[in-house]
């Protein structure tokens, strides 16, 4: 499972979850792939993401967030910090992960 995010052309090229390993790719032609458990969701009331769906995976929670300008983005979470639907927080590259561009098809 993973998430496809468009990515601006700045150098260096980003997401809303920050920098993205695309030196060189036209970001028309492929997207940010950043899987749930390379995300973290910091609940706060002033975040940018709202959980819209959650799902128990035995071990954690797999997360579905939507932010502010309507892109979902998958989270995992610890069994031990099950998130809440309706749950404001913040999306962040959880630390030592990142995001890959992979081209998108036709």
Known sequence: EATFLRFDASTPPRTGLGPVDAAGVDPDVARAMVRPDDVSFS???AGHAEVVAVEYHGSGWLGTARTLDGTEVLF???????????????LDLADGHRQVAVPVGP
């Open 43 to 45: 609940p706060t009331d």
């Open 76 to 90: 995992a979470s610890s069994h031990l910090d099950p998130p809440t639907i309706g749950q404001r927080g913040r």
